[in-house]
């Protein structure tokens, strides 16, 4: 939809946007009103080059869009028929639960192999556990690619599917011939265009991978979110969990501030499932629960949590963010209770 800056186009201005769209095959319908005239662009009017074009016109206020810039994962698309199903539970019927370290000690495997066993008797369907980390301080520990056997031998011992981030297509490489079965896309690689083209195409042919996409504190509109996604998806995969993970503090205390009322948007705008991980999302072991429930509440499909034999022995985020498998307990089954009661 065209809205022009007079109430009126002259003759010269209706020509101009005519011809600009009919080189997209698209045509004008003036809608004429009492006081105001505007102009529905009538035919596909998602190409970008078009819209830019007509919003570098002079006497071009604002084009307003009408259909969805992202073609598969609008919850319109022939995509919302498909139902993802992880570790046992198919995502929308029951709430899945994702858990473990947030990162893996290389020197330490039976911590991860202890954690990955008590988050799976905590009620987890699948382990997460940090190989590579993405470290805003580069004299922190970076993750190191020998803990891939670790996390995949986890997976052998507990019988659960396993979620790791990669930042870079070598990661992704190792991941996929390894057999990893969720790949994470992190805060900070959300915006990392060719890392999401690359694992569309990485993934394209292999419905046994999902992704767990997560917002970057950098994104605004929710359509920049879920067009992110929609760079994985162009290659035909639909496994796709959105993840909201905290954004950008306006309070001092916390780390980062829960985005989980992002959920009902990505809803009700997309069909893709939502996995929020409230440990990014608050930073601090003691809010984690608090937040699990709120994420629930607001809607959430699933949640990430980082979970850790012993916290206070962990690296990366676990001594400050992960809770015990005791408390994962009590979260998972309240959270469970949460879910239903917001079913009904
Ligand atoms: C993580 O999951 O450990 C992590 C680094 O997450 P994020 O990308 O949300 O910061
Ligand atoms: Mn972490």
Redesign the pocket.
Known sequence: MILPKPNRLNPEQVAEITAITKEFGCHVQPIIGKVRTIYAIVGDERDDLMINRLEGLSYVERIDRIQSPFKLMDRRSDLANGRLTIGGVTLGEELLIIAGQ??IDPKNPNLFYETSQAVKEAGAHVI?G?VW??RTNPYSFQGDHKSLDILMEASRRTGLPVDT?VMDEEHLKFAIDAGVDML?V???NALNYSLLRAIGKAIGDRPQTSVLL?RSVHMGPINEFISAAEYIAAFGNPNIMLCP??TTPTLDGYRNHPDESATPLLKEKTWAAVVV?P??SVGKAAYVPAAALAAVAYGADGL?I?SHIAPSKGI??DPKQSITPEVLTKVIKQAKQLWKIRRE
Do not use: F, L, M, Y
């Open positions: 947030c990162t997460r940090g980390k993405p981030e994470q992190g805060a900070r997560k993970r905290g991980d440990s990014h990430c980082e990366g985020d």
